[in-house]
């Protein structure tokens, strides 16, 4: 049976580290994914304002602006509705500073993480009907 086509077709890679931005780049590139990449927060921002709608693989701790300062900037610049975040981070999410990016999430995943594991992830969600879009 073919497996249906992506609904969801470009991915943001959001981290400091260029070995991760490099390695997930070729891995979703070779399953018919558009990458961008965004090495901070503010990065990650440009992007978004430029028109960027798809899915966010986004690390919490990075200079500059760090994931969750982003994924609050995200939901008062009004980026949350036409995107869809996972976290891949070494940085637990726990605690009441955390509570307001928590509905904001689709997906955490722990560093050091299982590579199958994040492309199941990232093909399940890019299945789905897609999001609201902005006009």
């Known amino acids: 049976m073919r497996e249906p086509d992506y609904f969801i077709t470009k991915i943001m890679i959001v981290d400091d580290d260029p070995d991760i931005i490099q390695s ?12 961008t990449t965004a090495q901070n927060g503010r990065h990650c921002l440009l992007e978004l304002e430029k028109g960027f709608q798809g899915i966010i693989i986004l690390d919490l701790m990075m200079p500059v602006m760090d994931g969750v300062e982003t994924i609050r900037t995200m939901s008062t610049e009004g980026f949350v509705d036409s995107n869809t975040i996972i976290v891949l981070t070494a940085k637990r999410i726990q605690g009441a500073e955390f509570d307001e990016i928590y509905p904001y999430i689709a997906d955490y995943i722990m560093k050091p993480f299982n590579i199958s594991d994040l492309l199941h992830v990232v093909q399940t969600i890019a299945r789905r009907s897609p999001p609201k879009r902005r006009l």
């Open 24 to 35: 997930l780049k070729e891995l979703f590139e070779k399953h018919g994914f558009e990458v």
